[in-house]
């Protein structure tokens, strides 16, 4: 041991300047000023230079210091084995944990991030996203970071860690600044994968770069050369050492370890002596050293080398052949010879070899045959040690092909484990491993299935070929070919081919003899066809889909998906509110997951969603907040979840919550940009962003937004809410550009008309339409105002009839204007459309010069957070010589009136008796806001509210 520490200080000779980078870190990290914190530091340079030594030394020092120390090291042979590194940094910290109190630690995170690290077996169902595991490694790095502060975390051989970890702590990095963390990663420049560049490109709070390691000066070896051999050692010995190591330190300090075991003189007349001795260390020189400890310790290094790190000697043992006692004297001659090392600073850690350019030496000089063989052989060996499948896998990636059922079923077995676990990407190696090997004629299928599984998150195009494959196979099991269909069909609507999806299901529901098999299917079909902006024939299929929701129960859940589709083609086509919501009821009969493992979370969605068409705002919340808080438990926060902020912001916008709109709507644009551009979720979450800005007057931002985002044409194919070519139309209809607008808009006429689409509370192309062609052609307007109106009228929810007739007002004859606006006004007064109102109130005071409507709506926008209007509301208001209202008194929760109001109200319509007041009093509208629902179900949202937790 004494030996070894004076080997690290000489080593260290010449890092003084990266050494004060060290302590003025660690200085900041332990400080209690204002300039205390964590910090980036970040070492490259070639093998050999010492970055091993160096973190090695920060260690010491950051435990003298008293700092939690997280240390791991990439290894290149486990770089496909996913979170090798992460499990490296994070497993020592909690294993042992009984699991009561690890579920009681991680909470939530325990079954997203546990498979990941190892600390439990993944679970039955749908497996994280990728991006939810990296939040959620995020959540447990952090919660260790703070309850164990501070913290240095080093990571050496960056280069070689696996993708999985390397690309966490590459996002997680800049984080550390904002923490008492100090992260510090070591890696080979000219090797650093390219999902990592981050780490040359983030400067440190310290304003420096990624700091080079520069090989040591002639002096510096001398002075190495010196302390190892003796002062006596001259100077042209010395200038020769420097020459043949070119100043790497890990040469110089093995080339005077065998000068010193050679009794070489270190005089001049030995310096020719020193280029062979150098030669030796590394390559041929190195192997023909090794070949001399004998045949059994040539085993022994091979087998350690393609173990890779922390090798433990039993196992390699077993892969070379080798007895118990061979192995101890293999492993002491290797040490004698500087191959191998002691243990490392844990006493477990297994065995290392001194230096990772031996190790890759070593594993090179195997014959290619010998070495595919060895991978074979250590698979089995790592099985049998019970160390599972995914650790075997690593090596049988590494074999050739033999047709061997076992390899089959090892690589199946571990694929199935990691891409529970998260790690979608080492699972399709290993698949398209298994693939080559190959599998059975009749497993063959079930394979292909796996692997388009595992790639559909990051190949979707692969994805459809091995699913087009394994469809051609020939497949006896009735459940697997059915997955396989619906699973393309799946991966072909995602990516924007529904009218293919929807082929591909027609193809095969005839050939589907199991009923229940077929209404999957044919539910699958309904599903891409609702979603699909193309559908050529939509009336037949929504007859067809009618016939057959109507008659059934609802008594299992591909049933609930049919009414389910029912429910929403009910609300798009504007049938009565009531019906719909009478289906949406049979769909809710019994709980609906919004993340059940072979269903999509498409239809929950929707009939979340007509509940806000149908003035019940309320209740879509209720059912995005479980739906959300499902996602989140499953570790979906990529698209998933960004689809749940991005709506959830709609409910709100449609409530006239505007700021919390844009918060959410923000929310989801951030995630969706994490997912990617022009993908559905993005197209969702810029249409509502845009529409929220628009609402809240802010017409340039949204403008630069679209912009910013090609927000445009072309337009998805698959159905977006709200439509996205409305929106676009409404933007340049804000922006003053109708003519524009009104090429968008007829358009959208002849997209959705023939679809039967004409509920103009889902999508209100004709008004805007009315307002863009209304002073070149008020006839026009005034037909399509009225015809929306009717449409309105037919669905029959308050708020959709309310804005048809504001905007009718708007376009019609001065003599027709007051009705329409103070029908207007009294429908919305009992809806939950905020914001709506607000619009209908400052119409009708400006139409009316009435300055009690004006006052209430500038205080009703400014509740909504409609600042635009509210500004044009009261300069009206001003105008007619009103009194500025005085600010909000707002507030979400049911004042006492109020909610005597809503009871009265809920009473008064079960039983028959006096007629309603026009225009409800303002309590009642109040309540109607709050507690998002129009006067009809205010019983359900009342009973409701009483039964939720305080």
Same mark, same amino acid.
């Given at each position: ?13 010449? =890092? ?27 070492f490259s340079g070639p093998a050999g230079l010492g970055k091993t030594t160096l973190l090695a030394e920060l260690r010491r020092r950051a435990r003298a210091r008293s700092c939690t120390v997280l240390a791991a090291r990439g290894g290149e042979r486990e770089q496909s084995q996913p979170f090798h590194v992460a499990r490296q940094l994070i497993q020592p910290q909690l294993a042992g944990t009984p699991e009561g109190e690890l579920r009681a630690v991680l909470g939530g995170w325990y079954s997203i991030v546990g498979p990941a690290l190892g600390l439990c077996a ?63 990663? *070591? ?39 010196? /302390? ?30 065998? !000068? ?24 041929? /020189? ?93 698979? &089995? ?45 080492? &699972? ?12 059975? #004629? ?9 692997? /388009? ?105 591909? @049933? ?63 059912? #995005? ?64 962003? !845009? ?6 007057g802010r017409v340039d931002e949204a403008w630069e937004l679209a912009r910013e985002h090609d927000y445009g044409k072309p337009f998805p194919a698959a159905v977006v809410f709200p439509d996205s070519q409305t929106v676009y139309a409404e933007l340049l209809l804000a922006r003053g550009d109708a003519k524009a607008a009104v090429v968008e808009l007829e358009a959208v006429d002849r997209r959705l008309t023939p679809r039967g689409i004409q509920n103009p509370a889902w999508c209100p192309w004709q008004l805007h339409l009315a307002r863009a062609v209304a002073a ?24 959709? !009839?309310?804005? &048809? ?11 027709? =204007? ?42 009703? &926008? ?33 004042? @006492? ?5 809503? @009871?009265?109200? *809920? ?27 129009? =006067? ?8 409701? =509210? ?5």
């Amino acid at each position: 041991m004494t030996e070894r520490r004076s080997r690290v200080r000489r080593a260290l000779i010449e =890092r003084e300047a990266e050494l004060g980078t060290v302590d003025a870190a660690l200085d900041r990290l332990t400080g209690t000023g204002p300039d205390a914190g964590g910090a980036l530091l970040a070492f490259s340079g070639p093998a050999g230079l010492g970055k091993t030594t160096l973190l090695a030394e920060l260690r010491r020092r950051a435990r003298a210091r008293s700092c939690t120390v997280l240390a791991a090291r990439g290894g290149e042979r486990e770089q496909s084995q996913p979170f090798h590194v992460a499990r490296q940094l994070i497993q020592p910290q909690l294993a042992g944990t009984p699991e009561g109190e690890l579920r009681a630690v991680l909470g939530g995170w325990y079954s997203i991030v546990g498979p990941a690290l190892g600390l439990c077996a993944p679970e039955q169902g749908a497996p994280p996203d990728p991006q939810g595991l990296r939040d959620g490694l995020d959540w447990v790095l952090t919660h260790l970071v703070v309850r164990r502060a501070p913290v240095v975390l080093v990571l050496d051989d960056a280069h070689w860690a696996d993708p999985e970890s390397l690309g966490w702590l590459a996002a997680f990095a800049p984080r550390a600044e904002h923490l008492p963390l100090l992260l510090v990663v *070591a890696y080979r420049p000219d090797e650093l994968p390219a999902h990592a560049e981050a780490f040359r490109t983030l400067p440190g709070r310290a304003g420096q770069r990624p700091l080079p390691l520069a090989p040591l000066t002639p002096a510096a070896v001398a002075a190495l050369v010196r /302390g190892s051999l003796g002062d006596h050692a001259d100077d042209a010995f010395c200038q020769e050492a420097w020459t043949v190591t070119t100043g790497n330190p890990f040469e110089a300090v093995e080339l005077t370890a065998k !000068i010193r075991e050679k009794g070489l003189p270190p005089v001049g007349a030995s310096a020719p002596l020193l280029r062979d001795l150098a030669a030796a260390q590394r390559g041929s /020189g190195l192997i023909a050293r090794l070949e001399r400890l004998g045949p059994s310790t040539v085993r022994f290094a091979w087998a350690c080398a393609v173990l890779g790190t922390a090798i433990p000697r039993e196992l390699a043992a077993r892969v070379a052949s080798l007895g118990a006692e061979e192995a101890v004297d293999a492993t002491g001659r290797l040490r004698d010879a500087r191959i191998l090392s002691g243990a490392g600073e844990e006493p477990d850690a297994g065995l290392e070899f001194v230096h990772p350019l031996i190790a890759t030496a070593i594993y090179r000089s195997i014959p290619d045959a010998l070495r595919v063989a060895l991978h074979g052989r250590t698979a &089995a060996a790592v099985v049998d040690a019970g160390l599972g499948a995914p650790a075997a896998a690593r090596h049988l990636l590494e074999t050739r092909p033999e047709n061997d059922p076992w390899v089959v079923r090892t690589l199946r077995e571990a694929a199935a484990e990691n891409l529970r676990a998260g790690a979608p990407e080492a &699972a399709r190696r290993q698949l398209a491993r298994a693939l080559l090997e190959p599998p059975g #004629f009749r497993e063959r299928a079930a394979v292909l299935y796996e692997l /388009g599984c595992a790639s559909l998150l990051t190949e979707p195009a692969n994805t459809v070929n091995h699913l087009r494959d394994a469809l051609a196979e020939p497949v006896d099991d009735t459940a697997l070919r059915q997955g396989i269909v619906i699973r393309l069909a799946q991966v072909l609507s995602h990516s924007d081919h529904l009218s293919e999806a929807s082929d591909l299901l027609a193809r095969e529901i005839p050939r589907t003899q199991d009923p229940r098999a077929r209404l999957r299917l044919q539910s699958e079909q309904f599903m891409w066809d609702a979603f699909n902006a193309a559908e050529p024939d939509s009336p037949t299929r929504s007859r067809r889909l009618a016939k057959l929701a109507d008659r059934l129960t609802g008594r299992d859940l591909t @049933e609930r998906y049919v009414i389910g589709l029912r429910t929403w083609d009910a609300c798009l086509r504007g049938e009565p509110v009531d019906v719909v919501l009478h289906h949406a009821g049979r769909v809710l009969r019994e709980p609906f997951s919004w993340a059940y493992a072979d269903h999509g979370f498409e239809v929950p969605v929707l009939t979340a969603m007509v509940h806000l068409y149908a003035d019940r705002p309320w209740k879509a919340e209720e059912l #995005f907040d479980a739906g959300t808080a499902e996602f989140e438990r499953q570790g979906w926060r990529g698209a998933h979840l960004s689809f749940a902020h991005s709506l959830r912001a709609y409910i709100r916008y449609r409530r006239g919550r505007l700021v919390e709109a844009e918060e959410l709507a923000r929310a989801g644009l951030r995630l969706a940009e994490r997912v990617g551009r022009r993908t559905p979720v993005h197209w969702y979450a810029i249409a509502i962003l !845009i529409t929220t800005l628009l609402a809240r007057g802010r017409v340039d931002e949204a403008w630069e937004l679209a912009r910013e985002h090609d927000y445009g044409k072309p337009f998805p194919a698959a159905v977006v809410f709200p439509d996205s070519q409305t929106v676009y139309a409404e933007l340049l209809l804000a922006r003053g550009d109708a003519k524009a607008a009104v090429v968008e808009l007829e358009a959208v006429d002849r997209r959705l008309t023939p679809r039967g689409i004409q509920n103009p509370a889902w999508c209100p192309w004709q008004l805007h339409l009315a307002r863009a062609v209304a002073a070149d052609d008020p006839g026009r307007a005034r037909e399509l105002a009225a015809d929306a109106v009717a449409r309105a009228r037919a669905f029959g929810a308050p708020s959709g !009839i309310g804005q &048809a007739l504001r905007v009718a007002a708007e376009v019609a004859d001065r003599g027709e =204007r007051e009705a329409l606006l103070r029908e207007s006004v009294a429908l919305l007064s009992a809806s939950p459309a905020g914001y709506e109102l607000a619009c209908a109130l400052a119409a009708s005071g400006t139409e009316l010069q009435d300055r009690d409507l004006l006052t209430q709506a500038v205080v009703t &926008a400014r509740d909504c957070g409609a600042d635009g209007l509210a500004g044009r509301a009261t300069e009206h208001l001003l105008a007619l010589g009103g009194a500025l209202p005085c600010g909000s008194s707002w507030q979400d929760e049911l004042t @006492e009136e109020e909610l005597l109001a809503a @009871e009265h109200a *809920a009473r008064q319509d079960e039983t028959p008796g006096p007629e309603r007041a026009p225009v409800p009093g303002p309590e009642l509208s109040a309540a109607c806001r709050k507690l998002g629902t129009d =006067r009809p179900g205010l019983r359900s949202a009342l009973r409701a =509210r009483t039964a939720a937790p305080a």
